[in-house]
T-cell receptor
C-alpha cells in the first residue's frame, strides 16, 4: 500500500538554526498538509497546499514557516529560525483530490528537538 | 470552525474485553467527516475508522465500530475483543470537505493482560 514518507525521523537542532523537514506524499495525491503535535498535546493543523500554493494556514504558521514543493515529489516544511517551542512531532499528510471520499494519509512524523 | 472534545484523558480495558472511547464535536459545516486515529508509542498516526456525516449507518472495521449520533454531535469508538496492540493514544478528528482536520486532545488507552 502506498504511504507518505517523512525524513528524517528525528531532527535535532540548535535554537536559531534553520531546519527543513521533508515529506514525499503519495504519488497521485494533489493536496498536502503539515500538522504539529507538541508532546502531550493534541495535533494541530499548520498549513494546506494545493496547486503550488498555500490554500489555508493556521495562526501557528507565521513568517518563520514556509512550505515548498520543489520538484514535484517532495513537500518540505522550513522553519527559518527555530525556537525552543518549535520542538514537536511534525506530520505530513496528503490527499488525492477534492472528492469527499478521499481521506488524508499521514506520514510517520518527524520528531524535531530544538536545544 | 470545528471543535472536538474527548472527555476521557485515560482509559483502561482488560484484554479481550470491550471499551468505548467518547468524542463530541461541534461544527458549522453541513457536510463533514469524522475520524478516529490511533497513535502508538512510535507516534505514527494511523487511521482506525471514519464516518461520513451524511450516512446514518455506523461505520465498522473489524473489531472497531462507531456510535454516531449526529443530533447529539457524538462519535464514540467501540473496540471489541481488545488486544495488547490496541494500547495507544486515540484521537478523534473532524474534517470538512476541505479536509482541514481538527483533532481532539486524545485518550490514552491501556490494555491490561
Amino acid at each position: 500500500e502506498p504511504e507518505v514518507t517523512q525524513t528524517p525521523s528525528h531532527q535535532v537542532t540548535q535554537m536559531g538554526q534553520e531546519v527543513i523537514l521533508r515529506c514525499v506524499p503519495i504519488s497521485n495525491h494533489l493536496y498536502f498538509y503539515w500538522y504539529r503535535q507538541i508532546l502531550g498535546q493534541k495535533v494541530e493543523f499548520l498549513v494546506s497546499f494545493y496547486n503550488n500554493e498555500i490554500s489555508e494556514k493556521s495562526e501557528i504558521f507565521d513568517d518563520q514557516f514556509s512550505v515548498e514543493r520543489p520538484d514535484g515529489s517532495n513537500f518540505t516544511l522550513k522553519i527559518r529560525s527555530t525556537k525552543l517551542e518549535d520542538s514537536a512531532m511534525y506530520f505530513c499528510a496528503s490527499r488525492r483530490d477534492s472528492g469527499g471520499k478521499n481521506i488524508q494519509y499521514f506520514g510517520a512524523g518527524t520528531r524535531l528537538s530544538v536545544l | 470552525a470545528q471543535t472536538v472534545t474527548q472527555s476521557q484523558p485515560e482509559m483502561s480495558v482488560q484484554e479481550a474485553e470491550t471499551v468505548t472511547l467518547s468524542c463530541t464535536y461541534d461544527t458549522s459545516e453541513s457536510d463533514y467527516y469524522l475520524f478516529w486515529y490511533k497513535q502508538p508509542p512510535s507516534r505514527q498516526m494511523i487511521l482506525v475508522i471514519r464516518q461520513e456525516a451524511y450516512k446514518q449507518q455506523n461505520a465498522t472495521e473489524n473489531r472497531f465500530s462507531v456510535n454516531f449520533q449526529k443530533a447529539a454531535k457524538s462519535f464514540s469508538l467501540k473496540i471489541s475483543d481488545s488486544q495488547l496492540g490496541d494500547a495507544a493514544m486515540y484521537f478523534c478528528a473532524c474534517g470538512d470537505y476541505g479536509q482541514n482536520f481538527v483533532f481532539g486532545p486524545g485518550t490514552r488507552l491501556s490494555v491490561l493482560p
